[in-house]
């Protein structure tokens, strides 16, 4: 199969319109949740506003209409599937972990009724008891997700075994007691469930859809070890996403899916579908409303419906999300092309990525990306349109998943790091045992989290993954994204880049390259350039080699004696997220300086705005007149906001119609609305709707979650709306020699435009608090406690930068460094500045710029 003939150019023209809200994003997260297009939610509207639904468990014309279009949903699914309702039911579900779980508490690993003891009294049948209530195997692939594990824990005192296999080990007759997680001795027959997806969400592999048939009729072998009746659960949620599933051809008993995983909305709605003829092991405790034909409530009597979504869907369906997904079906059909025509479309975005990635190597021999895969990307029937991989140093070390994650976001880039709710595949790849797990927890990782080395190992990954509205300009953003941030090679980087927008999509020599092959790259125009590559597919040499000369260097590192360290700065953010208000002395109170991030802007919504999400924040600037007992607030050329520094909670001019709570870093925080006149200013400054200024209510109680440097305890001090801490402060020194550092990357790497940027403009991108002049850089990581002025300080380590230091404080525009150099420079983390908190609060107390600092 050509590799260009498998890319649909015809989405390209259409994704403007299609998908508006991608902007200027990148997107790749499909595997997660794909996007929703325009077209699609406008039909979903329309259908809405054009019919009357009511709900389907009563007798009106409006409940008929939602009925009879639940039903037709019914059967555009099962047609989507090319299967129909002779073969299987539809069961509507919360998601694929609500049709997963409900398999587990319902399928009946007893064989039939010779094992049951029925017993009776008083001429009436009262109980049915099995014999013994373990029997049979439940056995799931090790590349599951998370939510196929936790089926385990529903059935662990139901089976007489246990266990989690690898792919290889599928046909050996005795597998490893490794893989065998219980048993029951003597083990007892019985029914069987095998569960697998048929793609691993973790690294795209498409595992092969015969192991069903397979399974049935017991031929894979380690079924020789645990006989019984043998039944196949499908995860089929990352598979269909972008490929076609053939019921028709391939006829598990059971198959779990989400909708948003098709075709973006609607979420909170998935799928069970069951084949008919296993319909009658699913046996049914609970019952809700809808379900029963008939039931008693003064006595123990109750018959289900013996239709089997009926008797499975508890309470009212989601009705109205149920109708959006034929308008999500009509949306793969007529943007997408079809699902055969997706699937080869993604597959060949991936597989461009992928192929491009492989070839990229650090000048020290050391490939760039360590791929996690179990194939080379030769067809779609095998591998989606998944790249799972780690960046690695050219000394080898890795670089964790989260400075990644952070550095994605300058480029506008949305994908998904961590273990992807597989940690199966986790442990696979990345050669993770279950001990490294425990040890790891001990070590205060857990699921989620920012982590992403212990010991120098990777606790996860990252992720890209297409989806049917991706294109090939798509995996080309990414791929400058990691040249650029991560290639320690000057020599590969110009052909990168200089004309990398007008890269051709061509067909691809399958991977590995070989010795004769022709080791040039495409581009515009029919341009070519010439890049020569050793055997092991190194890049060696481009055509041109820039060496940097430090004599354009002007500053030089500032250089001080221990004594001289003095507060040069200090900076309070009375609204949190808008610009600095710098003053010469300021009065510490309980949560830090006082009325620093007093006051916060949310949206319509409730929910905290930050830089991050508007830039234009920065130019709002705030002063305080302590005389006048005022906030003031000024925007470019808007008449100035007026509002007393203390508003009571009775104040006549509170807006007490919404609630005034709102989070801060996951913390649930209350504040004071500043009234309608307040919400008018700030919503025109920002050109949004409905934002709303509120400050932080004096009952607040939210605490730093940091420990100290020094003891490694957690004092838990009283916070402002600051995200982690009480005062942030950085150093000249450092800022010195990151600015040096940032210029000496940019004569060396001529990838895109330089960012100009002059010294302070560079200090107050930083947001400190606190601003200390003299010693040496990066001393101040080390501080445990130090006296400024009066006042003695606890340090309580690094700050962890994040993208908002790439906004300019002066413009609003948004640039990619000082992130960028700090990563390389500063490695894991991405620390700058740290974190201190007062050491015992006076009240009156005050610093004072030109305050001595002296470290403890």
């Known amino acids: ?98 049709a997963l779980k409900t398999i587990a508490e319902c399928f009946n690993f007893s064989q039939p009724m010779n094992n049951i003891v029925t017993e009776k009294k008083d001429q009436s049948q009262v109980t049915l008891q099995p014999k013994n209530p373990q029997h049979g195997c439940f056995c799931y692939l090790l590349d599951n997700h998370t939510s196929v594990q936790g089926m385990r824990e529903c059935v662990k005192d139901r089976v007489s075994a246990i266990l989690c296999v690898q792919e290889t080990d599928l046909y050996n007759k005795d597998i490893p007691k490794s893989q065998i997680l219980c048993q029951k001795i003597p083990y007892r027959p019985g029914n069987c469930l095998f569960v697998f997806p ?10 092969p859809l015969s192991w069903v048939q397979e399974a049935r009729s017991q031929t894979l072998g380690f079924q020789n070890q645990f006989l019984g009746d043998w039944y196949t659960v499908l995860d089929a949620a990352a598979f269909i996403s972008t490929s076609p599933l053939d019921l028709a051809v391939h006829k598990p008993d059971f198959v779990t899916l989400s909708f948003y995983k098709m075709f973006g909305f609607p979420t909170g709605l998935g799928a069970l579908l069951v084949k008919n003829s296993s319909a009658p092991l699913l046996k049914k405790t609970y019952f809700g409303g809808g379900t029963v034909s008939a039931s ?116 506008n880039i949305h994908l998904r790091t961590g273990c992807f709710c597989n940690i199966g595949a986790c442990q696979m790849f990345l050669n993770i045992s279950s001990e490294d797990i425990k040890t790891n927890l001990q070590a205060g990782h857990v699921c989620g989290d920012d982590m992403d080395l212990i010991d120098g190992q990777p606790t996860g990954s990252v992720r890209i993954s297409f989806g049917y509205m991706s294109t090939i300009k798509d995996a080309q953003h990414c791929l400058r994204f990691i040249v650029e941030n991560f290639l320690e090679s000057v020599k590969v980087r110009p052909t990168l880049t200089e004309d990398w927008d007008q890269v051709e999509f061509e067909d691809e020599p399958e991977f590995p390259l070989s010795k004769q092959t022709d080791n040039r790259i495409r581009v515009g125009n029919n341009l070519e350039r ?8 190194k890049f060696l040499k481009s055509r041109t080699v820039r060496t940097f000369d ?47 991030r007093d006051w916060m802007i949310v949206s319509d919504h409730g929910v905290a705005i930050s830089q991050k999400r508007e830039p234009k924040l920065c130019l709002i600037k705030p002063t305080i007149d302590l005389a006048q007992g005022t906030l003031t607030l000024n925007y470019r050329d808007m008449e100035a906001l007026i509002i007393p520094l203390h508003r009571e909670k009775e104040d006549g001019l509170c807006h ?4 005034c709570t709102s989070k801060v870093c996951g913390d649930r925080v209350l504040g004071i609305d500043c009234g309608d006149h307040a ?13 709303r200024l509120i400050q932080q209510n004096d009952d607040c109680t939210r605490t730093s979650k940091l420990k100290d440097k020094q003891t490694e305890q957690t004092q838990k001090e009283s916070l402002s709306w600051s995200n982690e801490s009480q005062y942030l402060l950085i150093t000249r020194p450092s800022i010195q020699d990151l600015h040096i550092k940032i210029k000496e990357r940019q004569q060396s790497d001529k990838m895109g435009t330089a960012e100009e940027m ?90 004072r710029v030109g305050d001595k600092v002296r470290l403890l």
């Not at 001080?560 to 208000?581: G, H, Q």
């Not at 445990?784 to 300019?808: A, N, P, W, Y």
């Not at 700058?832 to 107390?845: A, S, T």
Request: aromatic share 10%.
């Open 656 to 659: 007490s119609a919404l609630s």
């Open 679 to 691: 919400s008018e200013w700030i919503s025109e400054a920002l050109q949004r709707p409905g934002c």
């Open 198 to 207: 048929a793609q691993s969400n973790f690294s795209g592999r498409k595992y």
């Open 758 to 847: 002059d010294l302070e403009n560079l200090v107050h991108r930083f947001r400190a608090n606190l601003i200390v002049d003299g010693g040496t850089s990066y001393e101040e990581d080390d501080w445990e406690k130090l006296q400024i002025g009066q006042h003695t300080f606890t340090g309580q380590g690094g700050c962890s930068r994040c993208q908002m230091v790439c906004l300019d404080q002066e413009t609003g525009q948004r640039g990619r460094e000082p992130l960028r150099t700090l990563a390389v420079d500063r490695g894991r983390k991405i620390p700058f500045g740290i974190h201190v908190r007062n050491e015992g609060h006076v009240e009156g107390g005050q610093l």
């Open 296 to 411: 008693s409530a003064t006595e123990m009597f109750h018959i289900l419906r013996s239709n089997l979504a009926d008797r499975f869907e508890d309470g009212t369906i989601p009705f109205l999300d149920i109708i959006a997904v034929r308008h999500g079906l009509d949306a793969l059909r007529k943007i997408g092309g079809g699902m055969e025509r997706i699937s080869g479309h993604t597959f060949c975005i991936a597989k461009y990525f992928h192929h491009k990635l492989s070839r990229l190597y650090h000048d020290s021999g050391v490939a760039l990306a360590e791929i996690y895969s179990n194939g080379d990307f030769r067809e779609p029937s095998s591998q989606g349109g998944v790249v799972n991989f780690n960046i690695r140093r050219a000394n080898g070390n890795y670089i964790g998943f989260a400075e990644v994650d952070k550095l994605s976001q300058l480029y």
């Open 1 to 98: 199969m050509a590799f260009a003939n498998l890319y649909n150019k015809e989405i390209e023209p259409r994704r403007e319109y299609e998908f508006p809200h991608l902007k200027d994003c990148i997107y790749v997260e499909h595997i997660g949740a794909t996007l929703y297009s325009k077209s699609q939610i406008a039909a979903y509207q329309q259908d809405l506003l054009s019919n009357l639904y009511g709900n389907p468990h009563s007798r009106s014309e409006s409940s008929r209409l939602a009925t009879d279009t639940v039903d037709q949903v019914r059967f555009r699914i099962l047609e989507h599937f090319n299967t129909n309702q002779e073969e299987y039911t539809v069961i509507f579900t919360a998601n694929c972990t609500a």
């Open 530 to 537: 010439d890049i020569n590559m050793d055997t092991n597919n």
């Open 550 to 596: 430090k004599s354009i260097v002007t500053e030089g590192i500032h250089s001080c004696t221990e004594d001289a360290r003095v507060l040069t700065n200090i900076c309070l953010y009375p609204v949190k997220s808008c610009a600095a208000f710098m003053v010469s002395e300021w009065d510490i109170g309980p949560r830090g300086l006082v009325y620093d």
